[in-house]
Nanobody
Framework: QVQLVESGGGLVQSGGSLRLSCAASGTFFSINDMGWYRQPPGKQRELVVIIRKDGSTNYADSVKGRFTISRDNAKNTVYLQMNSLKPEDTAVYYC??????????????WGQGTQVIVSS
């Protein structure tokens, strides 16, 4: 019912920066939480950061101080500014949204993923 479209991934050197974007489209009543997860090569998906509708956030310790999440509720879009990137940040990054298709139903939705590669 909702589609999350991500952009902004790519290849950067260690210490560089990237900005990811994710826009939600489709038919839905509202979106509550939004955020980013990532899956490093050979590992399981892990939380990067969540931002709630009121702007409160929860960052993974591994990215705290380097990554910044923001959202534009009018555009149903969430962003991830990634600074001081490290090779350990290399992963497929997935956008997440807690979508309420109606006021009675919740759906956890995911983007297609965008690749981030950080070289040494």
């Amino acid at each position: 019912q909702v589609q999350l479209v991500e952009s902004g991934g790519g290849l950067v050197q260690s210490g560089g920066s990237l900005r990811l974007s994710c826009a939600a489209s489709g038919t839905f009543f509202s979106i509550n939480d939004m955020g980013w997860y990532r899956q490093p090569p050979g590992k399981q998906r892990e939380l990067v950061v969540i931002i709630r509708k009121d702007g409160s956030t929860n960052y993974a310790d591994s990215v705290k101080g380097r990554f910044t999440i923001s959202r534009d509720n009018a555009k149903n879009t969430v962003y991830l500014q990634m600074n001081s990137l490290k090779p350990e940040d290399t992963a497929v990054y997935y956008c997440y949204a807690e979508v309420w298709p109606t006021r009675w139903v919740k759906s956890d939705d995911w983007g297609q993923g965008t690749q981030v590669i950080v070289s040494s």
